[in-house]
Nanobody, 124 residues
């Protein structure tokens, strides 16, 4: 069992930056692939970024590539999402997810555990 708690969301102006954190409980974190997803009001949940258990392999949605960076610190059981050059269309609730396998994935259905989400609002 893995529990995930996100933090770091907030209100930021367009062009600004935020860093989201997701702290995981459970001894399986170091062997779990992690992902970030987001959901804007009225929209379906969409993939943002994912990272393999080793941190070597990462995936990004085209809409965030070059602006967002996913990373992990296994000593702290934490995965991060550094978000730069934020745009109003990045406004959404951001969710951390974990899957108990080593390979990263981009489909939400591939993830077994989810956090409660943290809200990000980007003003124009």
């Amino acid at each position: 069992q893995v529990q995930l708690v996100e933090s770091g969301g907030g209100l930021v102006q367009a062009g600004g930056s935020l860093r989201l954190s997701c702290v995981a409980s459970g001894r399986t974190f170091s062997s779990a692939a992690m992902g970030w997803f987001r959901q804007a009001p009225g929209n379906e949940r969409e993939f943002v970024a994912a990272i393999s258990w080793s941190g070597i392999t990462t995936y990004y949605a085209d809409s965030v590539k070059g602006r967002f960076t996913i990373s992990r610190d296994d000593a702290k059981n934490t995965v991060y999402l550094q978000m730069n050059s934020l745009k109003p269309e990045d406004t959404a609730d951001y969710y951390c997810a974990a899957r108990p396998v080593k390979t990263a994935a981009t489909a939400a259905i591939s993830y077994s555990y989810w956090g409660q989400g943290t809200q990000v609002t980007v003003s124009s």
